[in-house]
Nanobody, 127 residues
Framework: QVHLAESGGGSVQAGGSLKLSCQASGFSYRPNCLGWFRKRPGNGREGVAAIDTSGGRSYYDESVEGRFNISKDSLNNLLYLQMSSLIHEDTAVYSC????????????????????WGQGNQVTVSS
């Protein structure tokens, strides 16, 4: 059974940094694309970053470009999101996801039924 478990969330002051981790397990295939998504208060789910696990190309939403960095440890089935220069607007529940194998890794615009999803982890940035 596919399982994605996030860790590393918490509270931080504006300008600070946090690193999220996601442990993937139970896949019968090697996911070709992994991503991070967030749900801010009063907003729908939005894509933050994604990474092509074959070529290593990464994609970012413009709101986090230059501040967040997505990376992976394929050997241990881990996905990371290093978040720096955090602002209050980054406060959200962050979830990791693995794209379905029949879809191509082309960005962060994923529909709910396009992937497997973790439960999410709260990140709170105080201003």
């Amino acid at each position: 059974q596919v399982h994605l478990a996030e860790s590393g969330g918490g509270s931080v002051q504006a300008g600070g940094s946090l690193k999220l981790s996601c442990q993937a397990s139970g896949f019968s295939y090697r996911p070709n694309c992994l991503g991070w998504f967030r749900k801010r208060p009063g907003n729908g789910r939005e894509g933050v970053a994604a990474i092509d696990t074959s070529g290593g190309r990464s994609y970012y939403d413009e709101s986090v470009e230059g501040r967040f960095n997505i990376s992976k440890d394929s050997l241990n089935n881990l996905l990371y999101l290093q978040m720096s220069s955090l602002i209050h607007e980054d406060t959200a529940v962050y979830s990791c996801a693995a794209l379905r194998p029949d879809l191509n890794c082309t960005g962060v615009a994923w529909s709910r039924d396009h992937a497997y999803w973790g439960q999410g982890n709260q990140v709170t940035v105080s201003s």
